[in-house]
């Protein structure tokens, strides 16, 4: 018989108490100046939450089909999101996507992975993980990354670092085969790639039995009301988080990585808490799969609107932003060739996330 577990009061609490400030924000309740903070903890709240829910259902479903679930769906949120700040913004938010996909893609590659990669090397001196998945993963995401964000730069159909509405349309249907060919190998062919090198996944795939039905299907309504709590709560904050950036007299980027980080908070801290387990595996499963999921989906939903709009969809980076992307592409590779991690791996790809930070307020 399925053991049915209850549900942590919290976890329930805390997407309410969110969706509850954003019904302030919609109703245009005024808090006074205490809002942010209270907006900032409700999102807070949430993303905990979403951890939560995120991790009983792997338990369920078993890997790597949770932390894909997880990557997915905070990715087509992120992706309405954008939309959404498009259509609002109109051809004024022509750089926007371009802003919010290579953030996401720095913050993961150098900011995520580098963290897990220390936690797990001071933990644990060494920390094992399936080669086959690493390769598939990068391979899959340079491909990607190269293709939208550097080839626009040299295309000679159109100066400046944008397609062709034709080579737009080629280049979100190229995207979207990567995509779902990833997907494809990671959850069907080759599954076996992305499972847990350790025997922390046979333990998993037991704790499955432990999950009823039941819990699963509330865990996956609050995981889904979690997540859009986040966004949204971020797209909220987005004012006061533009005017501190404005008081600084930082470059309007930095907004972008601010709103990029909270939105991949959940993500995120669900692979740091994976390293800590010593399951490195399931982290890289959830970092690399998060930016795949992000770029593979978002390039080609913005250039359909592009399209659709007749808007200019500026996708192409510049110099310093290529060098660093290369950079930490170029040091993951090497770092993921021989299947085991150690704590200089993590301390090289904070470095770069550093100086990426750094250059941002500082070009």
């Given at each position: 018989?399925?053991?049915?577990?209850?549900?942590?009061?919290?976890?329930?609490?805390?997407?309410?108490?969110?969706?509850?400030?954003?019904?302030?924000?919609?109703?245009?309740?005024?808090?006074?100046?205490?809002?942010?903070?209270?907006?900032?903890?409700?999102?807070?709240?949430?993303?905990?939450?979403?951890?939560?829910?995120?991790?009983?259902?792997?338990?369920?479903?078993?890997?790597?089909?949770?932390?894909?679930?997880?990557?997915?769906?905070?990715?087509?949120?992120?992706?309405?999101?954008?939309?959404?700040?498009?259509?609002?913004?109109?051809?004024?938010?022509?750089?926007?996507?371009?802003?919010?996909?290579?953030?996401?893609?720095?913050?993961?590659?150098?900011?995520?992975?580098?963290?897990?990669?220390?936690?797990?090397?001071?933990?644990?001196?060494?920390?094992?993980?399936?080669?086959?998945?690493?390769?598939?993963?990068?391979?899959?995401?340079?491909?990607?990354?190269?293709?939208?964000?550097?080839?626009?730069?040299?295309?000679?159909?159109?100066?400046?670092?944008?397609?062709?509405?034709?080579?737009?349309?080629?280049?979100?249907?190229?995207?979207?085969?990567?995509?779902?060919?990833?997907?494809?190998?990671?959850?069907?062919?080759?599954?076996?790639?992305?499972?847990?090198?350790?025997?922390?996944?046979?333990?998993?795939?037991?704790?499955?039995?432990?999950?009823?039905?039941?819990?699963?299907?509330?865990?996956?309504?609050?995981?889904?009301?979690?997540?859009?709590?986040?966004?949204?709560?971020?797209?909220?904050?987005?004012?006061?988080?533009?005017?501190?950036?404005?008081?600084?007299?930082?470059?309007?980027?930095?907004?972008?990585?601010?709103?990029?980080?909270?939105?991949?908070?959940?993500?995120?801290?669900?692979?740091?808490?994976?390293?800590?387990?010593?399951?490195?595996?399931?982290?890289?499963?959830?970092?690399?799969?998060?930016?795949?999921?992000?770029?593979?989906?978002?390039?080609?939903?913005?250039a359909i609107l592009s399209l659709i709009t007749g808007w200019t969809l500026i996708l192409g980076i510049d110099m310093k932003s290529t060098v660093l992307l290369l950079l930490a592409l170029f040091v993951n590779a090497i770092s993921l060739a021989t299947g085991r991690t150690n704590v200089l791996q993590g301390v090289i790809l904070l470095v770069i996330f550093g100086v990426y930070l750094f250059t941002t307020i500082v070009p």
């Amino acid at each position: 018989m399925t053991k049915k577990l209850n549900i942590s009061a919290w976890s329930i609490a805390a997407p309410i108490v969110a969706w509850l400030l954003l019904a302030t924000v919609q109703l245009n309740l005024n808090l006074g100046h205490i809002e942010p903070v209270l907006m900032s903890v409700g999102l807070i709240g949430a993303v905990l939450a979403a951890v939560h829910h995120a991790e009983t259902i792997a338990h369920k479903l078993g890997e790597p089909y949770g932390t894909l679930l997880l990557a997915t769906a905070i990715t087509v949120i992120e992706v309405g999101l954008i939309l959404s700040l498009m259509l609002t913004g109109g051809p004024e938010t022509a750089a926007l996507a371009r802003d919010t996909v290579f953030a996401a893609v720095m913050i993961i590659l150098t900011g995520i992975v580098g963290l897990c990669l220390l936690i797990g090397g001071m933990l644990y001196k060494e920390q094992v993980f399936k080669l086959h998945g690493a390769n598939v993963s990068l391979s899959t995401l340079a491909a990607i990354v190269v293709l939208t964000l550097i080839l626009p730069n040299y295309t000679l159909t159109t100066t400046g670092p944008i397609y062709s509405n034709s080579q737009l349309a080629f280049i979100a249907l190229v995207s979207l085969v990567l995509y779902g060919s990833f997907v494809f190998v990671q959850a069907v062919r080759h599954r076996n790639y992305f499972l847990d090198a350790t025997d922390h996944q046979e333990l998993l795939l037991i704790d499955q039995t432990k999950v009823s039905n039941t819990n699963t299907y509330v865990s996956a309504g609050l995981l889904l009301l979690s997540l859009v709590a986040v966004v949204l709560l971020a797209k909220s904050l987005a004012p006061t988080i533009e005017s501190f950036v404005a008081s600084i007299h930082a470059p309007h980027q930095l907004v972008g990585v601010i709103i990029a980080s909270i939105v991949l908070l959940p993500e995120g801290l669900a692979a740091v808490r994976a390293a800590r387990k010593n399951m490195f595996q399931t982290s890289l499963n959830l970092a690399l799969g998060s930016a795949l999921a992000s770029i593979g989906l978002t390039i080609p939903a913005v250039a359909i609107l592009s399209l659709i709009t007749g808007w200019t969809l500026i996708l192409g980076i510049d110099m310093k932003s290529t060098v660093l992307l290369l950079l930490a592409l170029f040091v993951n590779a090497i770092s993921l060739a021989t299947g085991r991690t150690n704590v200089l791996q993590g301390v090289i790809l904070l470095v770069i996330f550093g100086v990426y930070l750094f250059t941002t307020i500082v070009p």
